[in-house]
């Protein structure tokens, strides 16, 4: 059988972070849209407050058990993965899962704050002039040197690489084409191996009304394909609905950057597959 894209899904959150569907429901929406590799990847813990029940717990043995029991309920029928979504900030170890996404989506300050990419316009704008004086391309250079952290780590799937963007449509906080911003992309982006880290097309901006295109930017896939590194396309899904949200526009980008195939994510390791 000749599989595409839409047959891999593993960035998936749930209730037990902060999606929006149970386990099960996750599960039961996978395989009735006939995905063949499906993944659980929920948010690791980290110490940072406002992340309380938003997150697992340090313990992650009950959300091991229960994934891993989803896995022998579609033994023959789906393959069920064991992930995390693994943050910069995070308080454990990424270890002992069948795959980790590296992904940022704070930076500390010296102030002891905690500073979010993605939560909205005000948490933005006080990282902005709190902790860099104003200046907004300082913003996405201090996230960039996290995301070139999580890259050098190897994790199996590199996250939502860009997602200092979130909130900048129309560029509203700063210049995207500076060389400033570019240099500080590509930086993070270098420090990622392409051996071993697959890089996402990432569709949960899209799904969620913050951007008209998935995350990363074409200049970031053109680099990285020039770099000889694989592609795997995500919706970041946080809903049953969204398992394999735009993954045609995905496709169509990922090709616009020159791939022809993308990855599916198996328990064995990464299976290329046409776009």
């Given amino acids: 059988m000749s599989l595409t894209p839409a047959a891999c899904s593993v960035h998936n959150h749930t209730l037990l972070c902060d999606g929006k569907d149970s386990l099960g429901a996750m599960a039961a929406a996978a395989s009735a849209q006939n995905i063949q590799y499906f993944g659980i990847s929920c948010h690791s813990h980290t110490p940072i407050p406002s992340d309380e029940g938003m997150v697992l717990p340090a313990d992650m043995t009950a959300y091991r058990q229960a994934v891993l029991a989803l896995r022998r309920q579609y033994a023959g029928r789906m393959e069920v993965l064991l ?14 899962f069948d795959y980790w996404i590296g992904s940022v989506h704070y930076q500390r ?5 905690y500073y979010a990419a993605d939560w909205g316009p005000e948490h933005f704008a006080a990282c ?19 995301a070139a952290r999580v890259a050098a780590m190897r994790p199996t799937i590199l996250g939502h690489l860009d997602l200092i963007t979130k909130l900048n449509a129309g560029n509203r906080f700063f210049d995207e084409a500076s060389p400033r911003y570019r ?11 392409p051996d071993a880290t697959l890089l996402e097309i990432n569709t949960g901006g899209v799904a969620r009304g913050y951007r008209a295109a998935p995350y990363p930017a074409l200049f970031l896939l053109r680099e990285w394909r020039s770099m000889g590194g694989r592609i795997i396309l995500t919706s970041d899904a946080h809903s049953k609905d969204c398992l394999l949200y735009g993954y045609r526009q995905a496709a169509e980008i990922a090709r616009a950057a020159g791939f022809t195939q993308s990855a599916l994510l198996t328990r064995t390791g990464p299976a290329m597959c046409p776009l």
């Fill in 183 to 193: 240099a500080a992309a590509l930086e993070a982006l270098h420090a990622a191996d």
């Fill in 128 to 146: 902005r002039d709190e902790l860099w004086g104003g200046d907004a391309l300082a913003v996405a250079e201090g996230y960039f040197r996290e």
């Fill in 83 to 96: 992930g995390l979504e693994w943050d910069s900030q995070s308080d454990v170890s990424p270890e002992g």
């Fill in 109 to 113: 300050g010296e102030n002891g704050i």
